[in-house]
């Protein structure tokens, strides 16, 4: 009996802040969205401008102050190629550049969307290992490895296995991510 009055007691709690807050203490219509077409306090509006803004991303289209580059692009499941650059075929005006913007989005894997934005290109003063490139990812500039044909990283004449990384590219050696490397030069 304790248990039932306590939850009769959490039940007319929070009925009674719905209505302290502005909202109704009748329940909210299926789909959780409140009987009021106004929201009641700055916290409910910003709450419903963020989801107007996942809804935008959701759908495809740009947060607010921000362009998605005019590239093609299939939202098939189709297998990409992991040595694109996702940012090849953008046409962005002379005064921007394209940068990788995180997404929120509701199913992962949320990859990052083409966008060009003003201001100066991080990529232009960065200069990455062999069998890496430059791209721009939410303004910063990040080398991102290629992969081999065989499913490597590319180092001089031979690759990496997966999980290892290029260390020495004039001699060919590999080695663990976090593990020691002899910078010699090779034939």
């Not at 807050?21 to 509006?45: F, I, K, L, R, Y």
């Not at 002379?94 to 969307?113: I, Y």
């Not at 490597?152 to 260390?167: D, I, K, L, N, Y």
Request: glycine share 10%; net charge negative.
């Amino acid at each position: 009996m304790y248990r039932t009055l306590n939850i009769i007691f959490a039940f007319s709690f929070v009925g009674a802040a719905a209505v302290a807050c502005g909202g109704t203490s009748n329940p909210a219509p299926t789909g959780g969205v409140h009987a009021s077409s106004s929201p009641a306090s700055a916290d409910e509006a910003a709450s419903s401008a963020s989801d107007a803004e996942q809804a935008a991303v959701s759908a495809g289209e740009p947060l607010s102050g921000s362009t998605y580059a005019s590239a093609s692009t299939s939202s098939t499941d189709e297998p990409r190629d992991p040595n694109a650059d996702p940012c090849d075929g953008t046409q962005c005006p002379e005064d921007q550049f394209c940068d990788l913007q995180s997404v929120r989005c509701v199913r992962a894997p949320c990859p990052a969307v083409p966008t060009c934005i003003s201001g100066m290109n991080p990529c232009a003063a960065t200069s990455c290992i062999y069998g890496s490139r430059c791209e721009s990812h939410d303004g910063q500039a990040a080398c991102v490895p290629m992969t081999a044909e065989g499913g490597g990283t590319p180092c001089g004449r031979s690759s990496c296995e997966p999980g290892m990384v290029c260390c020495n590219a004039s001699c060919g050696i590999c080695t663990p991510p976090d593990g020691a490397c002899t910078q010699q030069a090779c034939e």
